[in-house]
């Protein structure tokens, strides 16, 4: 097989949940260019389904999903609707978290994440959707992927799942310090404990787990910020927006058949000194 046709993902599907955000959208459609069916699943499913429809125009076979990555029950209903439209599930994107934004449209938002004050109900909601939320979609796709004996999971952990927050790159809003939350770098963390975990668990299967790491996406954020984090960054910028879909489709086509387990980083350098 020469190189470039182990990328190809014709005739598998791909569920992406989160699909209507930020990089989900780019998931999305960089699994449908390469020949996959394309289930967005999302809580927002008007986002959603605006996505799917654009994707259809394409001429990607794409389908909408209301999702809630929390719930069992809405989870169970996603995998079904998947087997039960296109028969199979192949790939699996973990995207859908909460990820607190720091762009014009959320700026100021955060002056109260201050660890010392920082409140239960926050901490959990993250908890639910960034990790559990992985844990329950993983486990319901998993069920099909074991019975058809093979299946591709990426879960979409973060640089700040491998170092702290420097929080000195955070914007003062009226004289008060902005932070990343201690929420969203523990999910983060813990994303890449439970990749190890279900790729040990596993082994011997055609079952594939991986995880993928981005750093910071340029989302029209202010200069203060956009500088800041860019001297952090060894090539000197934050990413684009589509600077992860090449990743993405290695780790969910036969390019990357040798790979399971592992944390692939794509942070232009951030975490390399």
């Known amino acids: 097989m020469k190189i470039y046709e182990k990328f190809s993902l014709q005739e598998r599907t791909a569920l992406v949940t989160g699909g209507a955000g930020l990089l989900g959208r780019q998931f999305s459609r960089t699994l449908g260019e390469a020949g996959a069916n394309v289930v967005v699943a999302d809580l927002d499913f008007d986002a959603a389904r605006g996505h799917a429809q654009s994707l259809r125009d394409m001429g990607i076979r794409a389908i909408t999903v209301k999702a809630d990555v929390t719930n069992p029950d809405s989870v169970e209903a996603l995998v079904a609707h998947t087997i039960s439209e296109f028969g199979h599930l192949d790939v699996l994107v973990n995207s859908a978290a909460l990820d607190p934004k720091f762009d014009p449209q959320h700026l100021g938002e955060h002056s109260a994440n201050a660890f010392e004050n920082y409140a239960l109900e926050a901490w959990q909601k993250s908890l639910d959707v960034n990790l559990t939320g992985v844990f329950l979609v993983s486990q319901a796709a998993a069920k099909t992927m074991v019975q058809q004996g093979s299946g591709v999971i990426i879960n979409i952990s973060s640089i700040y799942g491998l170092v702290g927050p420097d929080q000195r790159i955070y914007p003062h809003m009226e004289g008060r310090q902005s932070y990343k939350p201690v929420d969203y770098a523990v999910t983060k963390a813990a994303i890449l404990g439970l990749t190890r975990y ?26 203060e910020f956009t500088t800041n984090y860019s001297s ?19 780790l969910a086509s036969d ?19």
């Open 232 to 250: 952090k960054a060894i090539l000197g910028r934050m990413a684009d927006e589509d600077e992860i879909n090449g990743a993405l489709l290695f």
């Open 255 to 273: 390019a990357s058949s040798y790979m399971t387990g592992a944390n692939l980083v794509v942070d232009g350098g951030y975490t390399a000194w």
């Open 198 to 223: 279900m790729a040990a668990y596993y082994a011997g299967t055609k079952i594939r787990v991986n995880a993928l790491t981005p750093g910071g996406i340029f989302n029209q954020h202010n200069d």
